[in-house]
Structure formats: C-alpha cells, structure tokens
C-alpha cells in the first residue's frame, strides 16, 4: 500500500550515529520501530509498564525487534524483512514512515518484499506481501521471531536470566497462535500476557518459543540456527528457561499477480491482563482483511489525534524525528563534549532531581528563539506521552526569559543562576537530546552507512589434540592428568564453525580487587572493586549467544583474513585447546602457518587483566600481522545508563577513561594499554561505532575488515570502548609476543602507574606467574585421594578455586552478578575456608559483625564500599554471625576473635508492613564479637503459637518470602538451626561468665527440642513451616511442598531429632527427594505451583525450577552431610559424588543432559522435563564451600580441634579399600601431615610409627609444628 504524506528513508539515512526511528501506539500497546526494522513492543496501562519485547538501546549493534525471515526454498536464500538482524539490505532497500505506519520495501534474488508494521487495534501488527519480480513462481518459507520479555524493562536488564525463569509459553490450540505469561512474584503483581499469531490455518503453521533451539549455541540473531536449514520449526512450549516466539509457514508466490495483488500474510502480536484478552485481540486481527484494515485506521488514527490535539504536522513531525536521539543517543544532539568532560567527580544526578532511567530533553533558553523552541518542545512532549513514551523537557532559563517558560505547560523551568556552573553542566551532559536556543534536530549529514559486505574469508588451519591423557572426557573436555585444568578441545563442524559446549564453560579470575570471568571462546566480563555497580566491561547473562564485548582478533594483512585465537568471536575453520586453570585460562591453535598461544589472566595484587598473545610463524614466508583488542567500557552497572558519561584519553598508547558520575566509584579510572614487541605500529580508538561500524558485530567489526590503523577517536559523547591494534612484521620461526592491559585504579595517578607498572612484557607475564603460583600454593593445601574420582577432582582445587576466587573475591559469575557481600552467604563460604586460609575466615566475620545493627538485625546484603544495603526481616541471617565464629573458634582455637572490638551501624526502623528497605546506614559505637553474636541470639528468641521461631519475610530460602510477612509464621527449620547455633555458642557464653545468658539459652534450647518434636514433626518426617495462617507447610496434608530436605537434614544436624525419628525423616528423604536416575536431590515436593497458600516467589519459579522442587546443592549437601552425621556411610559417599558436576560430566550423553560446567558446582540442577538434570547458575554458589566441607569433614572425617589436632571419623562405604589425605598447616610452617587410611582387620591410628589412642571412634592426631613431614596411618576395620 502506498501511504500518503510518508517520508521515505535509505539506507544512507540510517547509516546515521542514530536509526530513524517511528513511534506507534494503540491504547496500552506502543512501539518503537528504526528505518532498519528493529525496535520494541511495550504494554503500559494503569497497573505499569512492561515490555512486551527486548531491547537493549544499542545504536551500534542494534540487533532488538519482532523480526520477519524468509527463505526462497528453491534457491535456500534467506533475508529478513529489515536490515536488520541479518545485516543485509538486498539489492534495494528503502523505508517509508507515515502517519502511524512503518513500510519497508526491499528486494532479494527477484522477489519483492513488502512489510508495512502498525500498532492497531491494541496490537502490534504486520501486513507482509511477497511479488515476483523475474516472472518465476517462489515458494517462500516465511519465519517471524521475538524475544519477549513481560516485564519492567530495568529489571530485566538487571538480571535477564532470573527474569526469563518466570515466563511459560504455550500453542493454542487449533490456532496459529502461541500465548505467554509471566509468573507473578507476589499476588499484587499485575498479570502480564502476550500472544502472537500468524492468519491462516493452524495446520500449516509450525512453533517455537525456547531461544536455545531458534538461536542456537554459537549462533547469534544475525545467523539463528532456526534458519540454517527450511522445515518446520521444533514446537517447544512450555517452561523453556530462555522464551521467544516465533512461527514459520510457507508462502506461494505466483510468477504473474495481477498488479495490487501480489501474496500475503499478516501477523500481530499483543499484550494484555489475562490470556482471554489477548486471544481476543488475536482473533479480531486474525485475517488479512482485519489486518488491512487496522493499518488503515492506524493512518487515519494518527492523523485525527495529532489535530485534535492542535499540533501542526511539522511539529509532529519533528517530534518523531527525535525518537531516535531519545531512545538511541544521538552524538550529534549530545551536549558538547567539552560540557561532558567538566562534570566534576562525585556529581550527584539525584540532588537535581535527574536520576532515574527515563528520557530527557535539556534546552538552555537565552531569547525569545529559545522560549519558541521551549514551546514546540512541549507539544513535542505531549506527542511523544500520547505515543507512550514518557520524556521530561527541563528548560534552563536566563532571568529575563524565565517568565515565560514557567507558563509553558510539560516543561520544567529552572532560573540558570540557581544551579551552579558544575550543576548545569552535569544536567546537559545527562539529557539524552541538548539544545541551545533552539529547538533540537538529528544531523543531516549521515555517518558512515551501513555495508552488506560479507565478513572476512575464514582462515583454515590444523592443531593436533589428543585427549587420551585427559581424566573424565566427555567429547569436548576433560581434567588434565594433575586435575588442576580442566582442558577443552573445540573443533569445527562440517560447515567450518567450532562445536561449542552445550552452555559456556567459563572460569572465574579474581583477586580483593577485581577480576573477569572468561567462557572457552574468549567472551569476558571484567570489573574493579564492585562486580555489579563497577564494572569495567559488560556483563551478558546470555548463554546462547554469549556476545563477546571483550575481544581479540589476529589479521594476516596481506591475505585479509582475519580470526580470534580464542575461538570466538570470529571462528577459523581450525581446532582450538582451551585450558581453564586456577587463576588463569589459555587458548593455543594454529591457522594458516601462524601457531597462537593466548593466556588470560590477572594481576596478583591490582584490578588488572593481563592477556598474553604469541604468535610463532611456521610457515617459510615473512607475514604482516596485526592483532587486536577490543572491549566496551561500562564504568558502572549497565552500559546503556553509563555510556553517555564516559570520557577517554589518551596519553601515548594508554587510554584512561572515566565516569564522573557513578556514585563512590566517580574518582577511579580505567586503563588499557598495549605492550607491542620493538618496531610494531599501535593504533587505537575509543568509538565503539567505529570500530565495529552501524549494524557492525563484533564478528565483524568493520575497522578490522576495512584494514588499517584504527582512527584514534577518543573523549566525550561517544558509545565507548577501548581498542588497540598491533600490527607487526613475523619473519619464518620467529615469536613474538603482545600484552594487553585493562584495569582500574582509584585515581588518575594510581591509573597511571599501573600502565607504567606493565610497560614491559616481562612486567605483565611475570605477574602472570605469581597468580598462577599464589593459586598453586592456595589451593594445593589440602589433597586427597579416594575411589571416587568425582570427588578427588572437585575437592583437589576445584572447590577451593571456586569459592574463594568467584564466591569471595568476585562475587560475580555467568548467571548471576551481586558485586554485594551476603551476610548469611560469604560467612558460610570462608567456613570452608578454615583449613588454608583462616585469616580469611576471621576477617569475614569481623566484616559480618561489622555491619549488624545495634538492634541485633543485620544487612542482608551490602555493596562495598559504602556498605549500601537491605535492612530486612529475613530470620537466619544474623544467626550465622554466633554459628560460624563458634565454629572457627572450635577449629583454629582463636577465642580472641570475640574480644575483636567491632562497629555497630545505626539507621531507620522497619516500619510496620515494610519487608525491606534499601539504605545506607551509619556507625552506632562499637561492641566485642561476642556481644554482636549475642545480640543476634537474643533478637531470635521470639515464637510464634506452636513456639518455633518466627519465619519473618524468609528463612534461608529467600523465596518463601510471604510465610511469615505478617509476624506470625513460623519456621520449622528455624528452630533446628537456632538449636544448632545455641549448642555451638554457648560454651563461649559460659566461658565469659555471661550466667543470665547462658540460663535464658538453655532453657531456650530446651524449649525449642519440645516445640520442634511436637508441633513440627508430621508423623513421618518434619514439616518445614507454618504461614501467617496457621496452615502448615511440609505435610502429608500439604497440597504442595509435602516434604522439604532442609528441615530432615537440619533435624539430624542440630540433634534435635530423637534417633528414631531421625532414621525416619532421613528414610523419607531419601524416597521422596533422592532421584539416582536423574542424579539429582530436589529440596522439595511436590513444586510450588497452584497452592491458595502464599508462601512467596518461589511459586513465581515454574515448577522444578530452582528451589521450586529443582535440587538446590546447598540444601542436598546439607542431606548428604546428615546422612553422614547418622552413620549411613553407605549412602553418604555415592550421593555426595552424584551431586558432584564431574559425574554430571562424564560422557557425551551425560553432558547433553547436564550442560553446565564439569568442573565446578551449580547452584541448582533442574528437576522439571524436559530439563530434569540440567545444570542451572553454575559459579556462583555457595555450594562450593559446603562441598568440600562435606567431602573433607562429613566423609573422610577430617577436622581441626582448637588448632591443637587433627581430628579423624570416617564415614565412607565398606567398598573403599581406602582413602588419603595431605594437609600442609596455613601457618607458614611448611608442616604437613600425611594422613592415609587402609582396611585392616582391627580399628588402629599410628602417628610418626607411634600407636595413638581413639576416643569413642575419634581419632586424634595432636599437632606438630615443627616444618617437617608427618605419616598417619589410619586402620579402619
């Protein structure tokens, strides 16, 4: 259809630093769509907005949208109705924007494509017509794809990966139709719905709503593995972890069509409250007929509201023009970069009522030219809000103009001399679009447009992997002979692209103060001083396209090919060894003559990331190479709220940048910084649009295809990132090596310093090897050797690696970023901790007691280093603070921690009805260890009516956050624990004299001993809770949540349990939760999943999901070390080793299932079909310390008593012939202890060729330190 009064855009147009870009609205539904057919959909009505689609509001790669495909099945063409996502316009290409319409009209290989979009009806909508332009007839295979969100767009930035586990897709029936929910969270939630649909018969029409399969691992958007092949798609719905919608069918296409009549389909998609309303939008807009129509009435309506609302047609216009600029950031409509260079460190955008993440126009108004503009921008305004986008236009007016800005409804007015010169210029470097005088209007001149140029030939090359020396090998991985790397081998497919692990396979470097994570392509995530609010580059949460914003490239310049030595982003068509180690990570290949070896890894002692590349020419020929690196600059939590703040400089090849506005963090500055070997020539930029080019990709990035030295760009105003290229000259047999840099430092001189610091190769390599050996020395203090290698693997570094680089120090992962300390969370996790680092441990518990408030209550998190936190109700917390400093105290005999004189912190009270509040609060005097631990007991005392303690907004499962929201809910695993920390704190209460304490405690355990056996015990096992209500949680009467192996476990552990009453609550675990099939331990059954009973947002999990009835490793370590603590030594073992990720991990079959990581701990492992037994949040988890707690004191029976002898009570099946274990003293002594156990036919433990006694089957072997080796032998019988 022809639409009157359009303007038609090229791609040259779009080429610009922003897309052009329409707004389109109907009712609730609006959306955003670019000249390049990308955009969002978005649902807002009196109960909020949430977006329908995702979008990330990237200008550069821009790569969001509901998105059309097609494929000609004759000739296997593919192209997309846009631009955009496959990057390609065809070999004409324009878009039209009219009053309420969007039409792209391109043409591909003779066939015409038409895509007119409108939001019409309460629904977005499509009108696709498809001509032949060569007079052959086609048969056209037609895919429409979407990423869906149904949520707040802030919190789906935040954490994409926890948003998606609440969204269930489903096929309506006998309907070309797919329907999706969001899962409340709370009842107050609002419902959120989307449906998508297709015109025509259902039968002809396949499905697909799970990302993995429509995208694909290793794929991206731009070549989605759902379009490599033509058929129908896979039909998955459900509970798919990561949704889309997307639908395919086959479109004839005649070779002659009468003109106005060529083929076409129609499509829509719509939001809603209820499934009912969203199914009947589909059904009203299901034909083509309806969908014709509704486009019409989409022109017709846009023109009517734009009259009656008496804005003349050129300010309408003009407003739609600036969308763009709004939603992109446009360079060009930026202040200028001197302003945003001036804003002074530390400037607060909140004291000027400019926080928040909504869009914002500054105009700085001098003379009646201004105040027009003031004007035109308020009419502006109120077309942007009746298309749905929310802008604020803040007007900064000199005295004698003010009055008359002050009338001017929708436009904030502020007198320019009551802000400061500092004030003002941070308002115009926050606005999304600054004017001066004037009203504001996109550039004309375009930027570099966009190419379809194809991406560089891919090199080929060869590297001979044998893993016949690998332990565990599993078809991609396995550990190497020593355990301490677990080593991939990648190779290409058929088609020349790496056979990638089922999700990425990262490893985690940190240090106090910083770190990145890496995945086995090389993809990375850095940070300094805080993993979520400082990070350096950005974090993805996308395990299906793992986008790389941290890169390395090598480029043969005379044949223009150009590849990554880590696989990825840009694959060659050769094998890859990826070798993931404590501290450190390495790639090594070959491609076209030129043998690679890149390692990764930190500094040992600064916020530094150190890559190493060498590069060895095999071949007989002299070969000019460049190598490059790249990574997009965050300096804050989300790069699309920091990067309009960015600054960079340069001084010689070093780039500093930095963010005047980002809170504590405002002072430090980033480096990075090549070390090129004698005679290279370095080049560099910081315009991330230039480097990687519009619509370019990291795969791609034009200036690296194009050749060259990059252009230098730096400073203010532009989408940030650090790049350096080295371009040398490699005669034959000849290595070179190159280091990059990236770090942080607190000020511009300490940032200085660390460059001058790895100024040399020698510098960077040799801090390189002092991690490598802080690690080697770290984790090699405990070792043991049993039967079960998936034990040995994990307890011999592993777990050690884990907890203390990812779960102390980086406190960030894959899945799940904090960047917070947890109380209850890294206190657990330095308990482990006791054997090689107990200075750790100790400084984490004056780290907890320090931030307790003097009430006894604690933060339940808290970002350093303003200690910024939730004051909560949440009812374990504080209690770890007593549980944990008593256990260290009993294993390292360091009583004098409580006399350790700590600060307590002081803020505003929990009103009445307030689960939570976010503060920052402030010191309230100080007090002994031992009084903060007592504080927290004496908080804890309260019962509810069956006398257990109150379950406040949760218990250690964050989820059941509403069981006891009210005050009178009460938890039944809470009693065990509290019984747990009694007996462990009390002999320091005793022993300080504290009498009134010690005879409250006592009378309080007691209680707690009758309560716990009498209301919460079900008859078969112990219930786990009662709500605010009264009904109980964990009965065989419970519609849902029957059991819980938190509660059996703890019943055993405190020793509350009678011993009858043990065996059959641990009997009722093991039948209900224990799934050996599956190897899994759920934590609950049956799921969360219909209940009346609110117990809180684990019912928002789809069930099996996480703690919703999934295994949640913390909880089923608990069970195996209850097991162990009951004497079933022949069931212990086996389970703690089929938890373990090395048995998950074993074999082909084993890790297409599983998924995740071998080598390290996940969080939770699925217990839902089709996912039972795959991998969740791997990482970052403190399931990592419990592990080798359980595997070292729980079965092999190791411990230390008061730093005076090692203790030894083994629980480990008849079927072992026998275990080992090496302990070197964390004292600095050199002492190690030897300890090995055999089979014997009598019980018997001699020391040093010395008899020692037992008592009642504990073993002690008093401690030497005197620097030398010591030899047990441990008999058992």
Request: include cysteine; charge should be negative; hydrophobic fraction near 45%.
């Amino acid at each position: 259809m022809e639409l009157a009064t359009s303007t038609t855009v090229s791609p040259a147009d779009f080429g610009r630093a922003v897309p052009p870009t329409r707004l389109l609205s109907s009712g609730p539904l609006s959306a955003a769509v670019t000249a390049g057919g990308t955009g969002v959909v978005w649902y807002e009505d009196a109960e909020g907005a949430v977006d329908l689609t995702r979008w990330r509001a990237d200008r550069v790669e821009d790569a969001d949208g509901v998105f059309v495909f097609f494929r000609d099945l004759d000739s296997g063409r593919v192209w997309s109705a846009g631009w955009q996502p496959l990057g390609a316009g065809g070999t004409a290409y324009e878009a039209r924007f009219g009053p309420g319409t969007v039409e792209i009209v391109r043409e591909d290989g003779g066939v015409e494509t038409r895509l007119c979009l409108a939001a019409a009806g309460g629904a977005f909508v499509g009108r696709v017509t498809l001509r032949a332009l060569d007079g052959r007839a086609r048969r056209i295979e037609m895919t429409t794809f979407a990423e869906i969100v149904l949520h707040h767009r802030g919190a789906d930035a935040a954490h994409p990966a926890f948003s998606k586990l609440f969204v269930q897709t489903e096929k309506v029936e006998d309907r070309p139709a797919l329907v999706a929910k969001r899962r409340p969270r709370t009842p107050e939630d609002p419902p959120v719905w989307l449906s998508h649909w297709l015109d025509g018969a259902a039968e002809a029409v396949s499905w697909e709503t799970d990302r993995f399969a429509f995208v694909g691992r290793g794929h991206t958007r731009r070549d989605p593995a759902a379009l490599a092949e033509a058929g129908r798609l896979g039909g998955t719905v459900g509970a798919v972890l990561d949704p889309v919608v997307a639908l395919r069918t086959v479109v004839d296409v005649p070779a002659d069509v009468p003109a106005g009549e060529p083929a076409t389909r129609a499509f829509g998609l719509a939001g809603g409250r209820s499934c009912d309303a969203v199914l009947d939008t589909a059904a009203t807009l299901a034909d083509l007929d309806a969908v014709a129509a509704a486009i019409r009435s989409a022109a017709d309506s846009a023109e009517t509201t734009r009259q009656q609302a008496g804005v003349d047609e050129a300010t309408a216009e003009a407003a739609q023009a600036l969308v763009g600029p709004l939603l992109f950031g446009d360079p060009g409509l930026r202040a200028p970069a001197e302003t945003i260079a001036a804003v002074e460190p530390g400037a607060d955008p909140g004291a000027l009522a400019l926080g928040g993440t909504g869009r914002r126009v500054v105009i700085r108004v001098r003379t009646d030219r201004g105040v027009a503009a003031a004007r035109r921008l308020a009419e502006a305004r109120a077309t942007w809000a009746r298309l749905g986008l929310d802008v604020e236009v803040l007007a900064l007016c000199d005295a004698d103009v003010l009055p008359e800005v002050v009338g001017i409804a929708g436009v904030r007015p502020v007198a320019v001399d009551a802000w400061s010169e500092a004030d003002r210029a941070l308002a115009a470097a926050r606005a999304h679009v600054w004017a001066d005088d004037a009203f504001p209007a996109p550039t004309a001149a375009p930027a570099t447009p966009p190419t379809s140029a194809p991406r560089p030939d891919v090199p080929a090359g060869d590297l001979a992997l044998d893993p016949s020396a690998l332990r565990e090998w599993n078809g991609i991985g396995g550990f190497s002979p020593d355990g301490t790397e677990y080593v991939m081998h990648l190779r290409p497919d058929s088609h020349g692209r790496l056979a990638l692990p089922p999700l990425p396979w990262t490893n985690v470097i940190a240090n106090e103060w910083g770190g990145s994570f890496v995945s086995e392509v090389g993809s990375a995530s850095s940070w300094s001083a805080n993993s979520r609010e400082n990070r350096v580059s950005p974090w993805s949460n996308d395990p299906v396209e793992d986008p790389h914003t941290e890169a390395l490239y090598v480029q043969d310049e005379a044949a223009g090919t150009l590849w990554s030595p880590t696989g990825g982003p840009v694959s060659a068509n050769a094998p890859v060894e990826v070798r993931h180690g404590f501290g450190y990570s390495t790639w090594r290949t070959s491609v076209e003559g030129i043998e690679q070896h890149t390692t990764q890894s930190i500094a040992p002692d600064a916020s530094a990331r150190l890559t190493v590349v060498r590069l060895t020419n095999t071949s007989d020929e002299t070969r000019r190479l460049a190598v490059a690196a790249s990574a997009r600059v965050v300096l804050g939590a989300l790069a699309s709220e920091s990067d309009r703040m960015v600054v960079t400089e340069r001084d010689g090849d070093t780039v500093f940048a930095r963010n005047a506005v980002r809170g504590e963090f405002s002072e430090r500055v980033a480096v990075a910084c090549a070390v090129a070997p004698e005679g290279a020539e370095v080049s560099l930029t910081a315009d991330r649009a230039a480097f990687l080019g519009r619509y370019g990709s990291p795969a791609a990035p034009r200036a690296l295809v194009e050749g060259g030295p990059l252009d230098g760009a730096l400073g203010a105003g532009l989408d940030p990132l650090v790049a350096h290229r080295v371009a040398l000259d490699l005669a034959p047999g000849e290595t070179k090596a190159i280091a990059f840099v990236l770090g942080e430092a607190d000020t511009r001189a300490a940032a200085e310093a660390l460059a001058a610091r790895f100024a040399r190769l020698g510098a960077v390599t040799e801090a390189v090897e002092a991690t490598t050996q802080f690690w080697a020395e770290t984790t090699g203090a405990l070792q043991i050797e049993t039967p079960e290698p998936a034990l040995d693997l994990m307890a011999n570094g592993w777990l050690l690696y884990q907890n203390l680089s990812c779960r102390l120090w980086g406190r960030t992962a894959f899945y799940q970023s904090g960047g917070a300390y947890g109380y209850r969370d890294q206190l657990q996790d330095t308990s482990a901790l006791v054997y090689a680092r107990p200075d750790l441990t100790r400084a984490q518990i004056l780290r907890n007691a320090a931030h307790q408030f003097e009430e006894g209550d604690v933060l339940h998190w808290w970002h350093p280093p303003l200690s910024k936190g939730i004051r909560t109700r949440f009812a374990d917390d504080l209690l770890w603070l007593p549980l944990l400093a008593s256990s260290y105290a009993a294993t390292t005999g360091d009583d004098g921690v409580f006399d350790e004189d700590v600060r307590f912190l002081t803020a505003p009270l929990l009103k009445d009805g307030q689960d939570e509040v976010f503060l920052q609060p402030t010191e309230a005097g100080t007090g002994s260890v031992y009084e903060h631990a007592a504080r927290a007991i004496d908080r804890s005392l309260a019962v509810g009516a069956h006398g257990l303690p109150l379950m406040g907004v949760g218990d250690w499962n964050d989820g059941m956050n509403r069981v006891g929201r009210e005050g009178r809910g009460e938890s039944v695993w809470m009693g065990f624990f509290l019984a747990a920390t009694l007996d462990a704190f009390l002999p320091h209460v005793e022993a300080r004299g504290d009498q009134e304490r010690a005879d409250r405690y006592r009378r309080h355990r007691a209680h707690l001993q009758a309560a716990l056996n009498d209301a919460g015990w079900d008859g078969g096992w112990y219930r786990r809770a009662f709500y605010d209500n009264g009904a109980v949680m964990g009965s065989k009467e419970s519609d849902e949540c029957q059991i819980d192996a938190l509660a059996q476990a703890w019943a055993v552990l405190s020793g509350v349990a009678p011993e009858g009453r043990a065996e059959q609550a641990l009997d009722a675990m093991e039948e209900r939760l224990v799934d050996e099939d599956a190897g899994i331990l759920r934590l609950l059954d049956p799921p969360f999943d219909t209940t009346p009973n609110d117990p809180g947002y684990i019912k928002g999990y789809v069930p099996g999901v996480r703690e919703n009835g999934g295994q949640y490793t913390h909880a089923a370590l608990w069970a195996v070390r209850a097991l162990a603590e009951a004497g079933r030594c022949e069931r212990a073992a086996p389970l703690l080793a089929m938890l373990s990720p090395v048995r998950h991990g074993d074999s082909p079959e084993a890790v297409a299932t599983y998924q995740a990581e071998p080598y390290v701990i996940a969080a939770d492992v699925y217990g839902v079909a089709p996912h039972v037994g795959r991998g969740g949040w791997t990482w970052y988890t403190g399931s990592a310390g419990w592990m080798l707690r359980v595997a070292v004191e729980s079965i092999l029976g190791f411990g230390i008593e008061r730093g005076e002898a090692i203790t030894l009570r083994p629980c480990v099946p008849e079927s072992w012939p026998g275990f080992s274990l090496r302990y070197r003293l964390p004292d600095g002594s050199g002492t190690v202890y030897t300890i090995r156990a055999e089979r014997g036919p009598e019980a018997g433990l001699v020391v040093d060729g010395e008899p020692a006694p037992s008592a009642s089957g504990l073993w002690r072997v008093p401690l030497v330190r005197d620097g030398a080796e010591h030899e047990v032998v441990l008999t058992l019988a």
